[in-house]
């Protein structure tokens, strides 16, 4: 597995995206809303590996949540698969705890499954497969 991004809880996606293109010395190179997550997304490159920034759109959104209990910072780490449904068979059967029954859709054209952080030394873990169509 590659590690495809990691996911940044923000509060403010505008004020977050000028911090994150002063720090990385680019610009975000899209942004992006999930209707289904409740959220706004923004992405940089960073070598072979992304950045996601996240911003809530409503209250209900695990973003906001996540900033309500921890406040800002790293929600969870995005693992590449090619086949996510074998992964997600394979990981069900080795004990970990997957928080969707089905993939996803998930921001930036994949499909994606989040592992429940009791099974990952309390990380978020996502499995995305790119959405090939
Ligand atoms: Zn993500």
Not at 27 to 38: A, D, L, N, P, R
Not at 80 to 107: C, H, Q, S, T, W
Not at 122 to 133: A, R
């Amino acid at each position: 597995m590659k590690l495809e991004h990691i996911g940044i809880a923000v509060k403010n996606l505008e004020t977050a995206n000028d911090l994150y293109a002063l720090l990385l010395g680019e610009k975000h190179y899209k942004t992006e809303t999930v209707e289904s997550e409740q959220v706004n997304t923004s992405f940089f490159k960073t070598g072979s590996s992304k950045v996601e920034l996240l911003e809530a759109t409503g209250p209900e959104s695990a973003i906001a949540r996540h900033i309500e209990k921890r406040g800002e910072g790293i929600h969870h780490v995005a693992f590449e698969v090619k086949d996510i449904y074998a992964e997600m068979e394979r990981l069900k059967k080795a004990g970990f705890r997957l928080l969707n029954e089905k993939p996803k859709r998930g921001a930036d054209n994949k499909l994606v499954c989040f592992i429940h952080p009791k099974s990952a030394n309390s990380v978020l873990v996502e499995l995305c497969q790119q959405i090939t169509e």
